[in-house]
């Protein structure tokens, strides 16, 4: 990255976060600042999965696994045990990243569809542990979060404090995501998506690289966890470790750009709140009509831009400057009294 490039990269989301910053100041309507803590919680997660099935091409289905286990560490370690959610947020991250090495590792053997086979089964396998411990996990009833606000107890009153916490997560996850991308991290987990034997042929350990992205997207999506735990203070199995939310992970990545730091991004922004104003406009009177028009504008944009928004945009935005040089070299051709070629 040239240092022109780094220097734009760093303004423009400076300004991204200052104007997400300052954004409260004129929405303060609890239904769109539901829907704004809903965008920056799924780009969390969107960044978060894209580490390991971006950049490292290792399509994983089953990683609300993850994100259900940092919801339930803290959640647990709260009501018995009444360890604040502060401390359960880097409790719930850190037991992810564990059990993501401890599984992850042996299924990293596994190559294309049989290693994403290998994940929807580990999510199916904590999703019935989580129903059977009724004891430790309330079962299938779940557990339901006493509303004791206090940010010792991450419980707001005002939406306001959840949307900060949000954003906050975000710009971290896209921070770390962009280090991630532009380090010799990023250039080795790319490598070994395009050609696994190749990168190991150049001295690439791409088991060790593959580890490293598993454990820094499954931290992430556990901390992710927690939040999601403390904002709607219930949580159950079928809620926090569903096989959707792990396909809503993909898909968000593939919709913005696989392999991208501002992909996962874009996908989130876009269907995140398409999703929730569908819902709240057509649920009521037209059930399940949001989900087929939302389908329908899935399709379509992965037929028109089958690698994605951003890497569409950015072809276009290349066309455009390239245009543009052309006609500003022939102008000077031009004014020197040069022949233009067509």
Request: proline letters at 3%.
């Amino acid at each position: 990255m040239t240092m022109d490039t780094k220097n734009n990269t760093l303004i423009a989301f400076g300004l991204f976060a200052a104007v997400l910053i300052l954004l409260p100041l004129f929405v303060t309507n609890n239904f769109y600042l539901h829907n704004l803590i809903m965008i920056f919680f799924w780009a969390t997660l969107t960044a978060s999965w894209n580490i390991i099935g971006g950049f490292a091409g290792q399509i994983s289905l089953g990683h609300a696994a993850f994100f259900g286990i940092g919801a339930y560490t803290s959640t647990v370690l709260f009501l018995k045990l009444g360890i604040s959610p502060c401390i359960g947020l880097l409790c719930g991250g850190v037991l992810s990243t564990l059990v993501a090495a401890a599984i992850s590792y042996p299924c990293f053997r596994l190559r294309g569809p049989f290693f994403t086979l290998s994940t929807i089964a580990f999510g199916e396998v904590v999703y019935l542990l989580s129903s059977y411990f009724r004891d430790l996990t309330g079962g299938a009833v779940g557990l339901l979060i006493p509303f004791k606000p206090g940010f010792w107890n991450l419980i707001f009153r005002e939406k306001i404090y959840y949307y900060y916490i949000a954003l906050l997560l975000m710009l971290v996850v896209i921070a770390i995501t962009h280090r991630i991308a532009h380090s010799k991290m990023g250039y080795y987990l790319i490598s070994l998506r395009e050609d696994e034997e190749a990168a190991k042929a150049i001295g690439i350990n791409t088991a060790r690289y593959k580890l490293y992205a598993v454990m820094i997207s499954a931290f992430f999506a556990g901390i992710a966890g927690v939040f999601y735990a403390q904002y709607v203070l219930f949580i159950e199995p079928k809620t926090v470790f569903s096989a959707d939310l792990s396909t809503q992970f993909a898909l968000m990545s593939i919709i913005g750009g696989l392999g991208t730091v501002a992909g996962p991004i874009v996908g989130a922004f876009i269907l995140t709140p398409l999703s929730e104003f569908l819902r709240a406009w057509l649920g009521g009177s037209y059930s399940g009509l949001h989900l087929a028009i939302y389908g329908v504008i899935l399709i379509a944009v992965v037929l028109v831009m089958p690698e994605g928004i951003v890497v569409w945009f950015n072809e276009k935005l290349r066309m455009v400057k390239a245009r543009i040089a052309k006609r500003q070299l022939a102008a000077a051709a031009i004014s020197k009294g040069q022949e233009v070629k067509p």
